[in-house]
């Protein structure tokens, strides 16, 4: 029987899961996390920008939900996003 191996990814959570053989998660991890250290690298060079605590917010919710995931240093859970947007 064939073996079925997939990458789903949320563009909104930032949540990625990996299925399939042993050899198939860890060659994808490894090319994932060699792209992430590449825009590391990149974002510690930009200034993130900054999100208001309070008050309105102009502008479309995907880009607030964008600037949240994209501040968050060690990431950013869905009840998070739920609550600041």
């Known amino acids: 029987m064939a ?3 997939r990458v789903k990814f949320n563009p909104v959570t930032k949540e990625m899961e990996i299925e399939g ?13 060699e792209m992430l250290s590449g825009e590391q690298a990149k974002r ?3 200034k993130a920008p900054k999100v208001p ?11 607030l939900v964008l600037t ?11 009840a998070e996003l739920k609550e600041q947007t």
């Open 21 to 33: 053989s042993e050899s198939f998660v860890t060659a994808t991890l490894d090319k994932l996390q």
């Open 68 to 78: 949240l995931i994209q501040s968050s240093t060690e990431g950013i859970s869905t």
């Open 44 to 46: 510690q060079s930009e």
């Open 3 to 5: 073996e079925n191996s």
């Open 53 to 63: 605590k309070t008050g309105t917010i102009r502008g479309p919710l995907s880009k």
